[in-house]
């Protein structure tokens, strides 16, 4: 047999850069260690739950993971596998993770059912909410910034991957939204904690997991949108190519959906205002904002030299919104909004996902904002969509035809876009098209947070922000 590898912190230190989740890939880690560690279920296979103090450039954060151990690791687990470690025996031991191992999944339910305590981490169930608990999970296929469970028909798991202090806003907002009786979130059946004392203290505990209603007959808004857009592009080379307006005569015509999203968003943004409330800001709070806008800017810039054409055409509209800046209602909002972020149920959109950027500190996420920072995020999210494919269909394609294609994505784009702001002003969000500064600048903002995510995260995508630049910023 071959002999164990290395202790567990340098193979978790290893392991970790590799992870989707990790959020520290683009710098190198000078520190690891293992802040908590508890023991969930002994035995073989064993789990455990283990918070990581990771160290990068001076700032340390702290990620979760459940770690299974066991002495035969099954094939199927091996994608999951971290390395191999001494046991107390003499022999050796794999361990994994366990967020892919429908076995371990199981006692998380069984605890929260229980609302019991172990050492640091705490289980606990909503009121009145009565957890299966004879359910097996498997990992969702979805691997975004976090990692989620999916418990037969009934429950998603969602296990937060990097550790804010304090109450996660994802769980603080779906209780909230709850409690105001708002029919587009999906029902809070349970969620996991840390005790902050564990952790060097805080008033909050530290939200490990949240444990929502299963919306099975759900289809993400982005897949949808995909599907309109293949449909769209389809349509014979020959064909006129079409406007905006004729868009809608395409099979797969996504615009009244896109007009339902923007109702429920300003629905949405409604329970907020009543769950949070609503603080007038003075316009120096919108100018400092576009400073930050501005800090942003330079940051991305200087990292990422394709954004570099672009920058001083940006930092103009950002000019002129601070130059116009009011006063402003603030509250709550999603932070994070896209595509991605909301299904379509068969009784309507349900939104997902209130964390907020995942590069953003705990204080930035919690912040107010204007509603107008999700409208904009979601308009960005139709020109991906438009744009994702193109980068499939255009590749090769002779300079003509390729502008064709970008004919067509564009019409795609701005039907969409047009039918989501007139959705959302119906149903009483502030007019987009009475804010269009703000709105610009808001959506130019997002495009260069997008492109530093791209950047860092999945590099063959960099052209999908970028292609949108030159006509928002211009
Ligand atoms: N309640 C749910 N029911 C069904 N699928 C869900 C649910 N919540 C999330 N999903 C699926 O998981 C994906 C990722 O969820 P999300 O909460 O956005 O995780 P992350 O924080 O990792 O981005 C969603 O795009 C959706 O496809
Ligand atoms: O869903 P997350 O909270 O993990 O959000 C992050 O990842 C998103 C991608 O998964 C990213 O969204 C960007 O890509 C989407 C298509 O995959 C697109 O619909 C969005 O408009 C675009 O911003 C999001 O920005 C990031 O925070």
């Known amino acids: 047999m071959a002999p164990p590898d290395r202790p567990l912190v340098r193979l978790l230190a290893e392991w970790l ?19 908590t560690a508890t023991v969930l279920r002994p035995g073989d296979p064993g789990l455990h739950h283990l918070v990581l103090d990771v160290a990068q450039d001076g700032v340390t954060d702290r990620y979760q993971l459940l770690l299974g151990i066991r002495r035969d690791l099954p094939e199927r687990l091996r994608p999951g596998e971290i390395g191999r470690v001494a046991a107390g025996d003499g022999g050796d031991e794999h361990v994994y993770d366990a967020a892919h191992d429908p076995e371990l999944a199981r006692p998380l339910l069984a605890h929260m059912a229980a609302g019991d305590a172990l050492g640091p981490v705490r289980f606990r169930h909503a009121p009145g909410a009565a957890i299966r608990t004879d359910l097996d999970a498997a990992p969702s296929p979805a691997e975004q ?32 939204l709850s409690r105001q009786g708002c029919a587009h979130v999906p029902a809070v059946h349970g969620w996991m ?111 990422v030299p394709e954004l570099r054409p672009y920058t001083a055409a940006i930092r103009d509209v950002f000019a002129r919104c601070a130059a116009n800046a009011r006063p402003l209602p603030f509250q709550r909002v999603h932070g994070d909004y896209h595509l991605g972020q909301a299904m379509r149920t068969g009784t309507g959109w349900v939104l997902l ?28 999210s139709f020109e991906y969509a438009a744009r994702f494919l193109q980068a499939g269909e255009g590749g090769d394609a002779p300079p003509a035809a ?10 795609w784009a701005e039907r969409n876009r047009a039918a ?21 600048a808001l959506e130019l903002d997002k495009a260069v947070y997008e492109v530093r995510y791209e950047a860092r995260n999945r590099p063959s995508w960099l052209p999908v922000p970028l292609r949108t630049l030159e006509r928002l910023a211009g």
């Open 193 to 303: 904690e840390l005790d902050p004392a564990a952790v060097g203290g805080g008033d909050e505990p530290v939200t490990l997991a949240l444990l929502s209603e299963y919306l099975r007959s759900g289809t993400d808004g982005w897949q949808l949108a995909l599907t309109s857009v293949r449909d769209w592009f389809a349509q014979p080379a020959a064909a006129p190519v079409p406007t905006a307006r004729d868009a809608g005569a395409a099979g797969g015509d996504f615009a009244a959906e896109a007009e339902r999203l923007g109702a429920a968003t300003a629905q949405v943004h409604r329970d907020l205002a009543a769950a949070f409330g609503v603080t007038e800001v003075p316009a120096d709070e919108l100018r400092s904002r576009v400073a930050d806008m501005n800090d942003q800017l330079t940051q991305v810039s200087a990292a």
């Open 420 to 440: 989501f702001c007139r959705g959302y002003a119906a149903a009483g969000g502030p007019d987009p098209v009475a804010h269009a500064g703000l709105l610009r």
């Open 17 to 35: 850069p590799r992870q989707r989740w990790f959020g520290g890939k683009h710098r190198p880690i000078d520190g690891l260690s293992i802040g």
């Open 402 to 411: 390729a502008e064709a294609i970008e004919e067509r994505a564009r019409a």
């Open 145 to 176: 910034s976090n990692t989620s469970l999916i418990f037969g028909d009934d429950y998603i798991c969602k296990l937060f991957r990097r550790l804010s202090p304090g109450v996660n806003p994802d769980l603080e907002i779906n209780l909230a």
């Open 353 to 380: 996902d209130f964390e907020g950027e995942p590069a953003r500190t705990p204080r930035e996420r919690r912040a107010l904002g204007h509603p107008l920072r999700d409208v904009a995020g979601m308009l960005r």
